[in-house]
T-cell receptor
Framework: EPEVTQTPSHQVTQMGQEVILRCVPI?????FYWYRQILGQKVEFLVS????????KSEIFDDQFSVERPDGSNFTLKIRSTKLEDSAMYFC??????????????FGAGTRLSVL | QKEVEQDPGPLSVPEGAIVSLNCTYSNSAFQYFMWYRQYSRKGPELLMY????GNKEDGRFTAQVDKSSKYISLFIRDSQPSDSATYLCAMSASGAGSYQLTFGKGTKLSVIP
């Protein structure tokens, strides 16, 4: 069964360092998303991406964050200068289309980011 | 007022019990309603998907949406220890652009053998 894969599963970094989280969405999906979940809190939307550009972003997704689809399969989230409060699980998701059952989003297993 | 409210539990039931999980929401633009299951430190796994109001059944799981009350439910019949997980409700609006999901906080369920 197709799945969203994320690497690494756990990333440890020092405050102020740049990190890149990687995702391979399901191959025929066109919409890509990043969410985060701080321990004990809700899953929160960060950004959506379609046709090589950002469709929508939340207030959390400030200038420290960027997304990219560098090739036909990968989708990345970059945090330029990490802060302690960026420590969270980051989930990548993808969906086939917009509207109807195409809107169903499938999630990867997540990357646990620990900022020290 | 929070957009999606979900009782975080924890909820503990004996094996074989019927489980009822619920969410309320405030945004009348929400059209798509989902239930995800999440095991500890894992990604959300889709269980049920419903568009607009109505019921949907899949095996032991039934999802209900009442848009007039802004209330959604997930019922689990004949609950099993393997159903022990956190259950997240999620919803999104329709329209051009993205379909970002708004999640509830999740209800932690334990099914005791």
């Amino acid at each position: 069964e197709p799945e969203v894969t994320q690497t690494p599963s756990h990333q440890v970094t020092q405050m102020g360092q740049e990190v890149i989280l990687r995702c391979v969405p399901i191959s025929n999906h066109l919409y890509f998303y990043w969410y985060r979940q701080i321990l004990g809190q809700k899953v929160e939307f960060l950004v959506s991406f379609y046709n090589n550009e950002i469709s929508e972003k939340s207030e959390i997704f400030d200038d420290q964050f960027s997304v990219e689809r560098p090739d036909g399969s990968n989708f990345t989230l970059k945090i330029r200068s990490t802060k302690l409060e960026d420590s969270a699980m980051y989930f990548c998701a993808s969906s086939e289309a917009s509207g109807g059952t195409g809107n169903i989003q499938y999630f990867g297993a997540g990357t646990r980011l620990s900022v020290l | 007022q929070k957009e999606v409210e979900q009782d975080p539990g924890p909820l503990s039931v004996p094996e074989g019990a019927i489980v009822s999980l619920n969410c309320t929401y405030s945004n009348s633009a929400f059209q798509y309603f989902m239930w995800y299951r999440q095991y500890s430190r894992k990604g959300p796994e889709l269980l049920m998907y419903t568009y607009s109001s109505g019921n949907k059944e899949d095996g032991r799981f039934t999802a209900q949406v009442d848009k007039s009350s802004k209330y959604i439910s997930l019922f689990i019949r004949d609950s099993q220890p393997s159903d022990s997980a956190t259950y997240l409700c999620a919803m999104s609006a329709s329209g051009a652009g993205s379909y970002q999901l708004t999640f509830g906080k999740g209800t932690k369920l334990s099914v005791i053998p």
